[in-house]
């Protein structure tokens, strides 16, 4: 059924149809709406049998799906954010002991200093934890995405993360699509674990491993991610035949197949991008896109083959390894390895700095020109910048850089003014 | 509560003597169909009071829950010498997860077993004196306040053990540690530091909070068994010395634990809902000093009197605050 809908309500009506057992939440902006909404769902007897649980933290939050899961309940919650960086440590045991939890990411910056807005620090930072990540470019896909995700973590034994980004999408009123129970019901059957905590069949979860055998416990985690690189484009074409739309699978291209120059991204950043392509192809230019859905497992070979025939690749990513430049850019660089292709970094977006068409329209026009650095912060205010600099090379107490460029920017603002 | 504590002065003890008991009231570690939930062969220490804790503990749970029980159990020593890889000394159900989550993660194993309708199996969550009253608190009070349907058991000895005797807010003041050294007059874990997890658990109105100490087995089952009748979040935390990290003769463990209680440094009571419904009296103060002697831990405190004294004025408290005395025996000794 088409609804105009809040992508967190989307969302919401997604995992509810998904029958879930056990909901943990904790409030972080900007993912709440979807958990009140379950939340309410839940206390109207609609989701029945299922467990709501307001907890104390993050920490907590996964730590009680860790254990619902583990006694055999489909489980779910969502964060974002310092909530995700607080139940670090959770997240790489969920992954460890093999437990197929759901998590919406609802992408946000990374304090200090505090800031609520998007980007995607925030999953980024456990992209190595274990989990797979897949990212929505919109509301539709985030609803199909959380669909599928369930599907892939319990045939896997495997964590899923479903990526949206902050208020871009989880605030944004869209017309989406929702599917039927039915529909879901035919798509993920109930969820049958890999092992469980029972005492007709006592077991022991998550003993100390040593030396011997660590290796080769991190090796099939591993191995599980490159088992999905097979399966994920095998559940998104299943979905497409029960749904009747395309979503999921491991990268999608736009306008990519005979572009000199390929745009790679990932998360809702690809709809403004697309209007622009669009206007540079009118103006005879050769570019297009592609947008990773799956950000682990990194599907290294169909990106390879997706930006082999261009001429430049432009990376474009909403998080910055601070010390290094793009974190996209990097595992891109491995998939273009051996391939006489320049790749770009762009970090853009940072802590919600909207992504204009003008700013991206000169972005590619310079890339397509070859005259981008190799790093390149788009927007970024260099004169600001270069006052701090200056201010902390003139004085030891030169205070919090912060709060200094704030100053700055309402300087700069009142003279314009006056 | 239907026990009646009977002391066996044949052998000095609460723990033995059970053929002098009608079988009825023998305890759970006398019968033949104990149920061993921590098997033998694990690689606790000689005279670990954890060990024996857990065991007690969990094979009165297992036979209150008529065997229905699953286990969630923090890292340290507990996790570490039950579970080496690819051995298990369990014979139930158990996880562990984490250093500070295993009340959360017991939290999520109810509300899975209430999904799945098999309310009828049980949920304990176990962990030592650091997992519990240091990093995993905040689980430990997000579960007792919205009072999940989970027994917690905190096994006390008094300090990080596992990671090599590192001070934890459950370390009692003067005691030596890795990161409490005594240095002159100083003593090894300062005086007035630390907290009172059962008066805290207590705050939150559960329906049961109880300190046992292993040395007093029939009390310890009791415990556990009253613990076990309970729904909503239950908290028992047993005094368990350990012989290594205490400085102490493996075979004094029991004698310890016994000591400490005695000399009301360690007071056993009952609380529900928040209020105290049962103290273990004293029948005989012991010293404190009877009590400090036999650990190194405590070893400074005899070349400083103001330390042996400071430690005898928490001992008077607990005895006043605890009524711990029957009134006309007062406080002095």
Redesign the interface.
Known sequence: MLKQVEGSQAVAEAIAMCRPEVICAYPITPQTHIVEDLGAKVKSGALAPCEFINVESEFAALSVAIGSSAAGARSYTATASQGLLFMAEAVYNASGLGLPIVMTVGNRAIGAPINIWNDQSDSMSMRDAGWIQLYAESNQEAVDLHIQAFRIAELLSVPVMVCMDGFILTHAYERVEIPSQEQVDAFLPAFEPRQVLDPANPKTIGAMVGPEAFTEVRYLAHHKQMQALDLIPNVAEEFRQIFGRDAGGLVSGYRHQDAETIVVTLGSVIGTMQEVIDELRQAGHSIGAVALRSFRPFPLEALRQLIAPAKRVVVFEKCLAVGLGGVVASNVRMASHGLSVPVYSVIGGLGGRPITRASLTKLFTEAMQDSLEGLHFLDLNQEVVNRQIEREEGSRRSGSVAENILRDIGLVATAKVS | MSYQQVKFYQTGTLTVGNRLLDEQQRTVQATLDRSNSLDSGHRACQGCGEALGARYAIDAAMRAAD????A??ATGCL??FT????E?A?????????F??AA??????????????REG?RVIAQGGDGGTTDIGF??L??MF??NDDVLYICYDNQAYMNTGVQRSSATPGAARTATTQPLGPQPGAEFGKGKNVPLIAMAHMIPYVATASVHDLHDLEAKVTRAMLLHGARYIQVFVPCPLGWGARPADTMKIARLAVESGLYPLFEAEHGEIVNVTRLRHRADVEEYLTLQRRFAHVFKHPEQLQHIRAIADQNIRKFGLLDAQEGVAR
């Open positions: 065997n229905q029980l699953v969630t159990n996790e570490v579970t080496p890889y690819p298990s369990w014979r139930i159900p158990w996880i562990h997860s984490l500070g989550n959360a993660v017991a939290t999520g194993v109810a509300a899975a077993l209430k999904v799945k309708g199996i905040g689980c009070s997000g306040e919205r």
